[in-house]
């Protein structure tokens, strides 16, 4: 069972195929390399605001029909994606794919753990979590091969027939117990969750507009903070809404949803600038390249089990620090060792050292959110998980884009050549990231000292 749910979800996390064929990309419509940034936001954009509300439809309509939903939506926009004739149309399939991307991961950990005891819930994790990765880890190795002989659009090509496959396959899984009553799904509620998580990661991406006095960033700030307000007075008046508001009371459940987004954002530097320097800087072929880009997400899948194993013997907080320690330190050698032209070999085990510890992280941190959740709400502490990832995701794609530009032009400024200028913007930004997740390990040691022992 767990093998076909596995599968199905594969098609998400594969979705880093596409980011070793991000030069392809740009090159086929004629893009700068910030343009890219649309091809990741329209997919994370659509899935993050959409994911609440499905993790909420999953709970209530049983979570293997959204499942299977999702697998044959997936299909017809993997199908879209790559027949794309123009930028517009690809970026449109995007949207699509991200509707299906939320039906199969929106309830894809529910899926997988509410068959077993709670005693087992960390190893189920630990699994489902393998699973995760190793579609991470194989997307840009087999993108980098699709692409080298078959161009950019292969790598959304071959996703489809595995989404049947495993739509073919889930006859075999039966659809998890439910109540005996079924509850109203609070549509309102939503509604309200979409436009809030559209006007947030919509507004993070417009960020930088604010400099250029473009008001758009602030509107739709200001629409995120009315629709908050809107949803928060709502909450209040029924008994179940799609989240209820009284889990971010517990700073535990809070500081982890933090947490997941700013490891995320840190991370993600990795898959968007690191096929630039394998590819242009080192030299490497696309399926070369994108065995290194691998090799991170790799190590995450060989992680992840072990993640299950460790969490029946020490607290998920306590884990979840170890594991941003990795990240950390591994963060920052990937951008030491890019900077300054280092051996492969060196870069390599940078990536396997911040793979192993996001591993740990994602899967201590997903237990510590499902643990403070009632088994019935698994739908949605499952997609909250995600979620708290995706704001990370958009963020990183946005500012870090942006800011990556802005460090190139003022490396060309100082004398530095085009690829000497890359490698300076490049150490930098991780140099940042890792920064960034040393600062939230202290806030974490500093607000709940007692979940480390």
């Known amino acids: ?57 999953g709970d209530i309509f049983g979570y293997l029909r959204v499942f299977r939903l999702g697998l044959g939506w997936s299909i017809l926009a993997f199908i879209l994606c790559a027949t794309a004739e123009n930028y517009a149309w690809l970026l449109a399939a995007r949207v699509m794919q991200g509707i299906g991307a939320a039906l199969v991961i ?96 919509l507004g993070i991406n417009r960020a930088p507009d604010i400099a250029a006095d473009n008001p758009l960033s602030l509107a739709l700030a200001f629409g995120f903070l009315v629709l908050g307000w809107w949803y928060g007075r709502h909450a209040g008046r029924i008994a179940r809404p799609v989240i209820a508001l009284k889990y971010f009371r517990d700073a535990d459940f809070l500081f982890a949803c933090i947490a997941t987004a700013v490891v995320n954002f840190a991370c993600f530097a ?49 884990l979840a620090l170890i594991g941003s320690v990795m990240t950390a330190l591994g963060l920052w050698l990937v951008g030491t060792i890019g900077a300054g032209g280092g051996a492969l070999f060196l870069l390599v085990a940078a990536l396997a050292l911040q793979g192993v510890g996001l591993g740990l992280f994602q899967v201590s941190v997903t237990d510590l959110l499902l643990e403070r959740m009632p088994r019935e709400d698994r739908g949605v502490a499952g997609s909250l998980a995600q979620v708290s990832r995706t704001l990370g995701v958009v963020t990183a794609a946005s500012l870090l884009s942006t800011v990556f530009a802005a460090l190139e032009v003022a490396g060309v400024a100082r004398g530095l050549a085009g690829m000497e200028a890359f490698r300076a913007a490049f150490g930098s930004i991780f140099s940042f990231g890792a920064a960034l997740v040393v600062a939230l390990i202290l806030a974490g040691v500093f607000v709940n000292r007692r979940g480390y022992r």
Not at 7 to 22: C, E, K, Q, R, Y
């Open 1 to 57: 069972m767990l093998v076909i749910i596995a599968i199905g979800t594969l098609i998400v996390p594969l979705d880093t195929s596409v980011n070793i064929a991000f030069p392809a990309i740009t090159a086929h419509f004629g893009l700068g390399r910030t343009g890219i940034q649309w091809v990741v936001i329209c997919y994370v954009l659509t899935y993050g605001s959409l994911m609440l509300g499905i993790g909420r439809l």
């Open 270 to 318: 990795v898959l968007l600038f690191l096929p630039y320097l394998l590819l242009h800087g080192a030299g490497l072929a696309a399926g070369w390249g994108g065995l290194v880009l691998a090799i991170g997400h790799l190590a995450a899948m060989a992680a992840s089990p072990f993640a299950g194993f460790l969490l029946a013997r020490i607290s998920a907080a306590r």
């Open 106 to 201: 929106g309830c894809g950990a529910a899926l997988a753990t509410i068959h077993f005891t709670e005693d087992l819930r960390p190893r189920i994790l630990g699994f489902y979590a393998f699973g995760f990765a190793a579609g991470g880890g194989l997307g840009p190795l087999i993108g980098g091969v699709l692409v080298e002989h078959f161009g950019w659009s292969a790598v959304y090509w071959y996703r489809a027939p595995l989404a049947a496959f495993a739509l073919a396959l889930s006859v075999f899984l039966r659809a998890p117990p439910r109540a005996a009553g079924r509850e109203s799904f609070d549509l309102t509620g939503a509604v309200l969750i979409t436009g809030m998580m559209c006007c947030l990661l």
